[in-house]
C-alpha cells in the first residue's frame, strides 16, 4: 500500500505515522456501562426494518378491524366520536375501546418510524453509511447507538453542504456493537485489520472506537468507494459529540480524494504547490477511478496561510477542514474555504458518480 492511501489524525495534527509513542492530547469524554455479554447487536439494518415492518402492518389492520367493531356497539361512527362519547360515559366498554385506541395510535407511530427508515434505506440518490460501535468485555461507549450514528450521520452531511447546496449525502443503513476488546482501545494502525473485518461491498463503514493511541483521534483510507476494499473510516467516540467532530468530516474528506491543504509535517502530503487532482489519487486504494475532468489542487508549504496566491487565485488552506493540524482557534472550519471550494465541489461531485453507480 502507498504511503499516501493511509492519512490519518495523530494528536494536533492531521498525518499518519504508524509508529508514533506519542499519548493523545485529548481523553475520551464517553461514559461507560455494564452490558451482557454478546458478540454482536444489530441495532439497526434495512434488511432488519423490512422484516420488522410486516408484523407490524398485520397486527395493524387486527386491532383496527378490533377497534371499529368496539366503537359501532356504542353507536359512534368513528374512533374521535367515540372518544368523545366516553369522556361523559360510564359504559364498561369505554375502557376497551380508550385501550384499543392508545395502543392503535402506538403502532401507527411505530410502523410510521420503521417506513421512513425504508423509504431512507431505498433512496438512490444517497450513499451508504455503516456504523459500527466496538465495545469491551465489561465496557459499551453509548445507551443510545442508534442516537448517536444519527448524530454523525447529521454532522457528516452538514459537513457537505455549500451554501445550502448538498453537495453529497449519506443515509443510515447499518449500525451495530460488536464486542472487540482487543480494539475497543487501540491505535490509528489497527485501521488496516479492522478493515479487513468490517469492510462491506455496498457502504462505506464508520468505526467507532473509545480510545486510538499515540494522540490519533481518526484515520481513513485516500480515494475509496463503498464497493471497493479498505472502504472503513475510524474515529474515537468523543469526536462524535465535542468540538473534535470536525475530526470524523476531515476523515470522510481523505476518502473523497482530498489530501491535506499544507505540508506542516513531513510525509503528510505527496509534496507542495499546484497538483493536478488526478494525480494526488494515484496514491489512493481506487486509484484506477480518476475524474473526467482534472482541476488544480493547492498544497501550501507553511501553516497559518489564509491567503496564499497560485494558479491566480487565492486558497485559504489554514481555515480549511482539510488543514493538517485541529487547531481550536479556528473558528470557522470547512470544506469550501476560498479557493478550495471549486475543487472541493468537483472532486466530491466527481467521487459521489463513481459511488453511485
Known amino acids: 500500500m502507498k504511503v499516501l492511501s493511509l492519512l490519518c489524525l495523530i494528536g494536533l495534527i492531521f498525518s499518519c505515522k504508524?509508529?508514533?509513542?506519542?499519548?493523545?492530547?485529548?481523553?475520551?469524554?464517553?461514559?461507560?456501562?455494564?452490558?451482557?455479554?454478546?458478540?454482536?447487536?444489530?441495532?439497526?439494518?434495512c434488511e432488519q426494518s423490512e422484516e420488522d415492518v410486516k408484523p407490524l402492518r398485520f397486527e395493524r389492520k387486527k386491532l383496527t378491524f378490533q377497534l371499529n367493531t368496539q366503537i359501532t356497539l356504542i353507536g359512534a361512527s368513528s374512533v374521535d366520536q367515540a372518544l368523545a362519547i366516553c369522556e361523559t360515559s360510564n359504559l364498561n366498554i369505554c375502557d376497551e375501546i380508550i385501550d384499543s385506541a392508545k395502543k392503535l395510535e402506538d403502532l401507527k407511530k411505530q410502523i410510521a418510524s420503521l417506513e421512513s427508515s425504508i423509504g431512507e434505506c431505498r433512496d438512490s440518490s444517497k450513499v451508504a453509511l455503516n456504523?459500527?460501535?466496538?465495545?469491551?468485555?465489561?465496557?459499551?461507549?453509548?445507551?443510545?447507538?442508534?442516537?448517536?450514528?444519527?448524530?454523525?450521520?447529521?454532522?457528516?452531511?452538514?459537513?457537505?453542504?455549500?451554501?445550502?447546496?448538498?453537495?453529497?449525502?449519506?443515509?443510515?443503513t447499518g449500525v451495530?456493537?460488536?464486542?472487540?476488546?482487543?480494539?475497543?482501545?487501540?491505535s490509528c494502525n489497527a485501521i488496516i485489520q479492522l478493515s479487513a473485518i468490517h469492510s462491506t461491498d455496498d457502504?462505506?463503514?464508520?468505526?467507532?472506537t473509545d480510545y486510538l493511541s499515540g494522540g490519533c483521534l481518526g484515520v481513513s483510507f485516500l480515494w475509496t468507494f463503498p464497493d471497493t476494499s479498505h472502504n472503513i473510516l475510524l474515529g474515537r467516540y468523543d469526536a462524535i459529540k465535542s468540538d473534535q467532530n470536525i475530526v470524523l468530516g476531515h476523515e470522510l474528506g481523505h476518502v473523497f480524494g482530498l489530501n491535506h491543504t499544507a505540508a506542516v509535517y513531513s510525509g503528510s502530503t505527496p509534496g507542495v504547490g499546484l497538483f493536478n487532482f488526478n494525480d494526488i489519487l494515484s496514491g489512493g486504494i481506487a486509484k484506477d477511478r480518476r475524474c473526467a475532468e482534472d482541476f488544480d489542487y493547492y498544497i501550501h508549504d507553511k501553516a497559518l496561510s489564509?491567503?496564499?496566491?497560485?494558479?491566480?487565485?487565492v486558497w485559504n488552506s489554514y481555515e480549511n477542514l482539510m488543514y493538517p493540524i485541529a487547531a481550536k482557534d479556528r473558528e470557522v472550519v470547512s470544506l469550501f474555504t476560498e479557493g478550495y471550494s471549486e475543487a472541493v465541489n468537483k472532486a466530491v461531485s466527481c467521487w459521489n458518480g463513481f459511488a453511485l453507480k
Open 18 to 45: 504508524p509508529n508514533q509513542k506519542e499519548e493523545s492530547k485529548f481523553s475520551s469524554s464517553s461514559e461507560t456501562k455494564n452490558i451482557e455479554d454478546d458478540s454482536e447487536k444489530i441495532i439497526f439494518s
Open 131 to 172: 456504523v459500527v460501535f466496538l465495545r469491551s468485555e465489561d465496557e459499551t461507549l453509548t445507551d443510545d447507538h442508534l442516537a448517536d450514528a444519527t448524530l454523525l450521520l447529521s454532522e457528516l452531511n452538514s459537513q457537505l453542504n455549500d451554501n445550502g447546496e448538498q453537495i453529497v449525502e449519506f443515509k443510515l
Open 176 to 186: 451495530k456493537e460488536v464486542l472487540d476488546t482487543e480494539h475497543y482501545k487501540t
Open 203 to 208: 457502504a462505506l463503514t464508520f468505526v467507532i
Open 306 to 313: 489564509t491567503d496564499a496566491e497560485a494558479g491566480g487565485i
